[in-house]
């Protein structure tokens, strides 16, 4: 459905009638910015862009849009890797970046009151002079904004021990596509009636925009070290952390890599990690120094009698950072090896790791793509990345449908299509393996209850009936069909 | 431990019934929490034949148990694997089940420096409102695919759903643990417990009962003697006990008649000027007031310091229990029950008198 020409420069007007004009963009070159987030693959150029600073901005273009029954899709900094803030050709992107004030960092109850386009970062920085920080650290921390944090429910590497952005946000202030502002929760651990901070977080802009956060500040751990122990066999790896976590040892971090993504690394980086290893493990715990000291010990225990070729505790915070550098860069090491690439995102059970990882690789002789694998082990996320070449026609087509397979198969081993990136527009097809019709209807009845027109990020991260018959994916139960009586196509 | 069984099928069938003959449904199970919420209404519909453990990995710290099943027995099977569920579920009376606890969403001592009920929670089977059996969430720690409804469901009271497996993320077991005593003024209580809190200590519980502030501390032998000599205080031996009565309501600050209210505030809260009896709870985040001052004054000043207040026990059953909702939340609320219960026959009235 295209809006006619006439209703466009009906919708620019009115929003010129309640922002500033340097606050709403319509021209094609000024829209260009925002055609797309970190998922470049996927590019839509929306009707407008409107840049609101305050609540009742926000609130007005809210109710212009609900009143002309244009869709919004909400943005933070675009670091998002599903398309999650992709624009809709007939609809309004609308940008938080304005919204960039720490409010409130109150040591004593150890909580921040932010705008949601405060970056991530810069929220542990504001925590800093008390001797706090906001745990979750996704990849993009530099950039990213708590608000798409909390609109994605992002991770990172951290999310064993101290949990997704779900775990620590205690209050939001939201408004509803009709312009109603809700305060959820607050400062205090909990709040009366149902638990609707846990259905805004991760609801990826299709329930309410996010216009004020309340987070948890915890204590920075008096002491961190970490061991880096590399592996000939990708499966005694595996093992190895099933191992370490069997013992009662929960890290702080948890992460492997495979010998591509090894390799890539260290020469991007040049962390010192051994690059004739099939596996490496970086296995972190913090806490309060003696702690840190037994632990360490019991790990290092544990990773030699699971067969690790060598066992590295960091020597001084240095390189404890440099350790870390590697595996924090492993992305762009892969993004220099290759001219472009396509990061998944499946969590699986664990102890299913070593039949996940030789699957991926049939895969990828299969379809004659390298794949170079990072593993958040600790909590299953298993990022494979896909090496492909967008000039080479048709091969992102392949590469997407390698990456559909691995999403299947992490879903058919007990796990899920996304762990922390979100469905947005990218995983919309797999979300038809992973639910039955009756939960996705379940789903659109949640958001018709906070948004009935379906105006807010329409098409994301919950697909329709139709669209599941369309993609040919449908559950199907003992041989049947569980919806016989949908049009199929 | 009781034999396992599977009755969905049949709790299914009551519920369709109940739904075709438009008649309430009141979900029971082990009864331990029977005084909570809003008076119960509609035809009792029993869920304790729904138990057992489906699956537990230890190593992938992930258990998945029916509803019914009693949480003492899945407290007994974690210990067995040194492991447990790391919110302390009250238990109260002691039939407390699984599905109770979740539904409750109520959580002990250790809510504050572990997590509540609701951050374990993995994935859900519900039964829901419109006779539905769905599945949320999974058994895996990270899974944003969906709207996370299994964590909504967490103290959602059974007004959306029967809740009929549930998977937690549960945790090792620390090495060791330490109670420490101090004695001191309820300000004084509430200032210490915040300004450890923002310190790396070992901390796993914090409350303050009758001049005495207990402090616990849960974590390695080595790492608990570090912290004794920087926090001083006096050990107390009898650790274990105070722990598990503060959990269930055993001590003796929980015996008598008088109105029990569950006062929830910003941790730092200094005391609130409101007359009768106080314990505090989880740093000082939650606050136990026996009273019979009026509730709208409990309430008006809760909400001054930016909490709520529920009647946990005894007083006005029939009355508003929890803390009412501003408008716009409280028809979102209505909007959401009606999406996961379309006859409204669940729970009916457990939370709000209209939901």
């Given at each position: 459905?295209?809006?006619?020409?006439?209703?466009?420069?009906?919708?620019?007007?009115?929003?010129?009638?309640?922002?500033?004009?340097?606050?709403?963009?319509?021209?094609?070159?000024?829209?260009?910015?925002?055609?797309?987030?970190?998922?470049?693959?996927?590019?839509?150029?929306?009707?407008?862009?409107?840049?609101?600073?305050?609540?009742?901005?926000?609130?007005?273009?809210?109710?212009?849009?609900?009143?002309?029954?244009?869709?919004?899709?909400?943005?933070?900094?675009?670091?998002?890797?599903?398309?999650?803030?992709?624009?809709?050709?007939?609809?309004?992107?609308?940008?938080?970046?304005?919204?960039?004030?720490?409010?409130?960092v109150d040591p004593a109850n150890r909580i921040a009151r932010v705008q949601p386009g405060v970056r991530n970062l810069a929220i542990s920085q504001a925590a800093a002079p008390y001797g706090l920080y906001y745990a979750p650290d996704p990849s993009s921390q530099i950039a990213c904004t708590i608000g798409g944090n909390v609109a994605e429910n992002s991770g990172g590497v951290h999310c064993l021990k101290y949990g997704l952005t779900v775990h620590n946000v205690l209050g939001l202030k939201v408004l509803t596509m009709d312009g109603e502002l809700l305060?959820?929760?607050?400062?205090?651990?909990?709040?009366?009636?149902?638990?609707?901070?846990?259905?805004?977080?991760?609801?990826?802009?299709?329930?309410?925009?996010?216009?004020?956060?309340?987070?948890?500040?915890?204590?920075?751990?008096?002491?961190?070290?970490?061991?880096?122990?590399?592996?000939?066999?990708?499966?005694?790896?595996?093992?190895?952390?099933?191992?370490?976590?069997?013992?009662?040892?929960?890290?702080?971090?948890?992460e492997m890599m495979d010998n591509l993504a090894i390799r890539a690394a260290e020469d991007f980086i040049h962390a010192g990690y051994p690059v004739d290893a099939a596996a490496i493990l970086l296995c972190e715990v913090d806490g309060a120094n003696e702690e840190v000291s037994d632990q360490i010990l019991k790990v290092r225990e544990i990773l030699k009698q699971a067969g690790a070729t060598e066992v590295r505790t960091a020597r001084g915070e240095a390189e404890r950072l440099k350790f870390w550098a590697g595996r924090k860069a492993a992305f762009p090491a892969v993004g220099r090896i290759s001219?472009?690439?396509?990061?998944?995102?499946?969590?699986?059970?664990r102890k299913r790791l070593s039949e996940v990882l030789s699957r991926i690789a049939e895969l990828s002789k299969e379809y004659g793509l390298p794949v170079a694998n990072v593993f958040h082990a600790g909590d299953g996320n298993l990022h494979p990345l896909i090496l492909y070449d967008a000039n080479k026609p048709g091969e992102l087509e392949r590469t997407e449908e390698f990456g559909g397979k691995i999403?299947?198969?992490?879903?058919?081993?007990?796990?899920?299509?996304?762990?922390?990136?979100?469905?947005?527009?990218?995983?919309?097809?797999?979300?038809?393996?992973?639910?039955?019709?009756?939960?996705?209807?379940?789903?659109?009845?949640?958001?018709?209850?906070?948004?009935?027109?379906?105006?807010?990020?329409?098409?994301?991260?919950?697909?329709?009936?139709?669209?599941?018959?369309?993609f040919g994916a449908?559950?199907?139960?003992?041989?049947?069909?569980?919806?016989?009586?949908?049009?199929?196509? | 431990m009781t034999p396992d069984t599977d009755i969905s099928a049949a709790l299914q069938a009551n519920l369709l019934e109940a739904?075709?003959?438009?008649?309430?449904?009141?979900?029971?199970?082990?009864?331990?929490?029977?005084?909570?919420?809003?008076?119960?209404?509609?035809?009792?519909?029993s869920v304790t034949g729904h138990r057992g453990v489906i699956s537990y990995e230890p190593t992938e710290l992930v258990i998945t148990a029916r509803a019914g099943t009693r949480l003492a027995d899945v407290e007994a099977l974690l210990a067995e694997h040194n492991q447990m569920l790391p919110f302390e579920p009250p238990h109260f009376t002691g039939n407390a089940t699984l599905g109770g606890a979740i539904a409750t969403g109520l959580s002990g001592p250790r809510r504050p420096y572990a997590g509540s009920a609701r951050d374990f929670v993995l994935g859900i089977k519900v039964l829901t409102g419109k006779g539905e059996i769905l599945s949320f969430g999974g058994q895996v720690m990270k899974n944003v695919a969906g709207f996370d409804v299994s964590r909504f469901m967490a103290g959602s009271l059974g007004t959306l759903g029967i809740l009929l497996e549930i998977s937690l993320k549960v945790l090792p077991r620390p090495e060791s643990e330490q109670t420490l005593l101090f004695e001191c003024s309820a300000l004084e209580a509430i200032q210490r417990m915040n300004a450890w809190a923002g310190q790396p200590l070992p901390l796993s519980g914090a409350v303050f009962d009758g001049g005495r502030l207990y402090l616990r501390l849960s974590g390695s032998t080595a790492a608990l003697n570090a912290a004794?000599?920087?926090?001083?205080?006096?050990?107390?031996?009898?650790?274990?006990?105070?722990?598990?009565?503060?959990?269930?309501?055993?001590?003796?600050?929980?015996?008598?008649?008088?109105?029990?209210?569950?006062?929830?505030?910003?941790?730092?809260?200094?005391?609130?000027?409101?007359?009768?009896?106080?314990?505090?709870?989880?740093?000082?985040?939650?606050?136990?007031?026996?009273?019979?001052?009026?509730?709208a004054t409990i309430r008006e000043l809760t909400a001054k310091a930016g909490g709520h207040a529920t009647l946990f026990r005894g007083g006005d059953r029939q009355g508003a229990v929890f803390h009412p909702l501003p408008p716009a939340l409280m028809a979102l609320h209505r909007r959401l029950k009606a999406a996961f219960d379309p006859h409204g026959i669940l729970n009916l009235g457990r939370m709000y008198s209209d939901l």
């Amino acid at each position: 459905m295209k809006t006619l020409a006439s209703d466009t420069q009906a919708l620019i007007t009115a929003l010129h009638r309640i922002l500033p004009s340097s606050a709403v963009l319509s021209d094609a070159e000024d829209l260009r910015p925002y055609e797309c987030d970190g998922l470049s693959a996927y590019r839509e150029l929306p009707l407008a862009v409107c840049l609101p600073e305050t609540v009742e901005q926000v609130r007005a273009v809210l109710r212009v849009c609900h009143d002309m029954n244009v869709p919004v899709v909400a943005r933070g900094a675009g670091t998002g890797l599903s398309g999650g803030a992709l624009p809709l050709a007939n609809g309004v992107v609308l940008s938080l970046a304005k919204f960039m004030r720490i409010l409130e960092v109150d040591p004593a109850n150890r909580i921040a009151r932010v705008q949601p386009g405060v970056r991530n970062l810069a929220i542990s920085q504001a925590a800093a002079p008390y001797g706090l920080y906001y745990a979750p650290d996704p990849s993009s921390q530099i950039a990213c904004t708590i608000g798409g944090n909390v609109a994605e429910n992002s991770g990172g590497v951290h999310c064993l021990k101290y949990g997704l952005t779900v775990h620590n946000v205690l209050g939001l202030k939201v408004l509803t596509m009709d312009g109603e502002l809700l305060e959820i929760g607050g400062a205090a651990l909990d709040a009366p009636g149902y638990d609707l901070l846990a259905l805004m977080t991760g609801s990826e802009g299709l329930l309410g925009v996010i216009v004020e956060v309340t987070v948890k500040l915890l204590p920075k751990p008096e002491r961190a070290q970490v061991v880096l122990a590399a592996f000939d066999d990708v499966v005694k790896a595996g093992e190895a952390v099933g191992s370490i976590i069997g013992a009662g040892i929960v890290p702080g971090g948890l992460e492997m890599m495979d010998n591509l993504a090894i390799r890539a690394a260290e020469d991007f980086i040049h962390a010192g990690y051994p690059v004739d290893a099939a596996a490496i493990l970086l296995c972190e715990v913090d806490g309060a120094n003696e702690e840190v000291s037994d632990q360490i010990l019991k790990v290092r225990e544990i990773l030699k009698q699971a067969g690790a070729t060598e066992v590295r505790t960091a020597r001084g915070e240095a390189e404890r950072l440099k350790f870390w550098a590697g595996r924090k860069a492993a992305f762009p090491a892969v993004g220099r090896i290759s001219p472009d690439y396509y990061c998944m995102d499946g969590t699986i059970p664990r102890k299913r790791l070593s039949e996940v990882l030789s699957r991926i690789a049939e895969l990828s002789k299969e379809y004659g793509l390298p794949v170079a694998n990072v593993f958040h082990a600790g909590d299953g996320n298993l990022h494979p990345l896909i090496l492909y070449d967008a000039n080479k026609p048709g091969e992102l087509e392949r590469t997407e449908e390698f990456g559909g397979k691995i999403l299947d198969l992490c879903v058919a081993v007990g796990g899920t299509i996304t762990g922390e990136h979100g469905v947005g527009m990218e995983k919309i097809g797999q979300m038809c393996h992973q639910f039955a019709p009756a939960e996705l209807t379940q789903f659109h009845a949640v958001k018709h209850a906070f948004d009935p027109q379906g105006l807010l990020n329409p098409g994301k991260a919950v697909p329709t009936l139709h669209r599941c018959a369309e993609f040919g994916a449908m559950h199907v139960h003992g041989g049947k069909l569980s919806h016989p009586e949908l049009e199929r196509f | 431990m009781t034999p396992d069984t599977d009755i969905s099928a049949a709790l299914q069938a009551n519920l369709l019934e109940a739904i075709a003959q438009g008649s309430p449904v009141q979900i029971v199970s082990g009864g331990s929490k029977t005084f909570y919420g809003r008076a119960p209404q509609g035809e009792p519909l029993s869920v304790t034949g729904h138990r057992g453990v489906i699956s537990y990995e230890p190593t992938e710290l992930v258990i998945t148990a029916r509803a019914g099943t009693r949480l003492a027995d899945v407290e007994a099977l974690l210990a067995e694997h040194n492991q447990m569920l790391p919110f302390e579920p009250p238990h109260f009376t002691g039939n407390a089940t699984l599905g109770g606890a979740i539904a409750t969403g109520l959580s002990g001592p250790r809510r504050p420096y572990a997590g509540s009920a609701r951050d374990f929670v993995l994935g859900i089977k519900v039964l829901t409102g419109k006779g539905e059996i769905l599945s949320f969430g999974g058994q895996v720690m990270k899974n944003v695919a969906g709207f996370d409804v299994s964590r909504f469901m967490a103290g959602s009271l059974g007004t959306l759903g029967i809740l009929l497996e549930i998977s937690l993320k549960v945790l090792p077991r620390p090495e060791s643990e330490q109670t420490l005593l101090f004695e001191c003024s309820a300000l004084e209580a509430i200032q210490r417990m915040n300004a450890w809190a923002g310190q790396p200590l070992p901390l796993s519980g914090a409350v303050f009962d009758g001049g005495r502030l207990y402090l616990r501390l849960s974590g390695s032998t080595a790492a608990l003697n570090a912290a004794r000599e920087k926090l001083g205080g006096e050990l107390f031996a009898d650790g274990p006990a105070f722990w598990r009565d503060a959990r269930d309501h055993t001590c003796t600050f929980f015996q008598g008649d008088a109105p029990l209210w569950r006062v929830s505030v910003p941790a730092a809260t200094p005391p609130l000027d409101l007359p009768g009896e106080w314990l505090i709870d989880w740093g000082g985040a939650q606050r136990w007031l026996k009273t019979s001052c009026a509730p709208a004054t409990i309430r008006e000043l809760t909400a001054k310091a930016g909490g709520h207040a529920t009647l946990f026990r005894g007083g006005d059953r029939q009355g508003a229990v929890f803390h009412p909702l501003p408008p716009a939340l409280m028809a979102l609320h209505r909007r959401l029950k009606a999406a996961f219960d379309p006859h409204g026959i669940l729970n009916l009235g457990r939370m709000y008198s209209d939901l």
